[in-house]
């Protein structure tokens, strides 16, 4: 069975830094691409990040681009997310996903429970 | 950067009715690239539907998609207590990746 469990959320002030993992079990970790998506309180769904099988192709929402930083370790089975110049508008439910593909196309198809980031003073 | 529009915002049915979303993106998305989600209050987003039109494992046949280009259509042929929900198309062949803003389902 495919897990994806997200950790290291909590409550932090405007301008810190937090770091995000999500660790990955029941699947070949290093055959797939993974993404973070976000879900601000009572909101819909805003992706922010993907990263490729090979660790060698990174994306980023506008939203957080040159703020947040998306890797992974293969070897550990586990992505990261981490997160500086946090603002208050990115506390959110962050969700990791894992791409599922096949001759039909693409989408995310295991996601993890999430992990709640709070900004504020 | 692609943006999808959802509508209607709500919907509002009844049991054993049928629904239809719709889907409609700024630019050209390839069918390959375009997925629809379940979400639950409280649950983590459930994979429907992917590359437009193929049910994610374990989907029942109730669920389909369908469309090409800009406009795409999930639809759900008779509901059940349970699709009650809020629903997300997704586009995922051009970075910034993006999401609708939902179609929330709702019991008439």
């Known amino acids: 069975e495919v897990q994806l469990v997200e950790s290291g959320g909590g409550l932090v002030q405007p301008g810190g830094s937090l770091r995000l993992s999500c660790a990955a079990s029941?699947?070949?970790?290093?055959?797939?691409?993974m993404n973070w998506v976000r879900q601000a309180p009572g909101k819909g769904l805003e992706w922010i990040s993907y990263?490729?099988?090979?660790?060698?192709?990174?994306y980023y929402a506008d939203s957080v681009k040159g703020r947040f930083t998306i890797s992974r370790d293969n070897a550990k089975n586990s992505l990261y997310l981490q997160m500086n110049s946090l603002r208050v508008e990115d506390t959110a439910v962050y969700y990791c996903a894992r791409t599922h593909y096949d001759s039909s196309g693409y989408g995310l198809g295991y996601w993890g429970q999430g992990t709640l980031v709070t900004v504020s003073s | 950067e692609i943006v999808l529009t959802q509508s209607p915002g709500t919907l509002s049915l009844s049991p054993g009715e049928r629904a239809t979303l719709s889907c409609r993106a700024s630019?050209?998305?390839?069918?390959?690239?375009l997925a629809w989600y379940q979400q639950k209050p409280g649950q983590a987003p459930r994979l429907l539907i992917y590359?437009?039109?193929s049910r994610a494992t374990g989907i029942p046949d109730r669920f389909s998609g369908s469309g090409s280009g800009t406009d795409f259509t999930l639809t759900i042929s008779r509901l059940e207590p349970e699709d009650f929900a809020v629903y997300y198309c997704?586009?995922?062949?051009?970075?910034?990746?993006?999401f609708g803003q939902g179609t929330k389902l709702e019991i008439k």
């Open positions: 990263i490729s099988s090979s660790n060698t192709i990174m």
């Open positions: 997704h586009q995922y062949g051009t970075s910034p990746y993006s």
């Open positions: 630019q050209s998305v390839s069918s390959s690239y």
């Open positions: 590359g437009a039109s």
């Open positions: 029941g699947l070949t970790f290093s055959s797939y691409s």
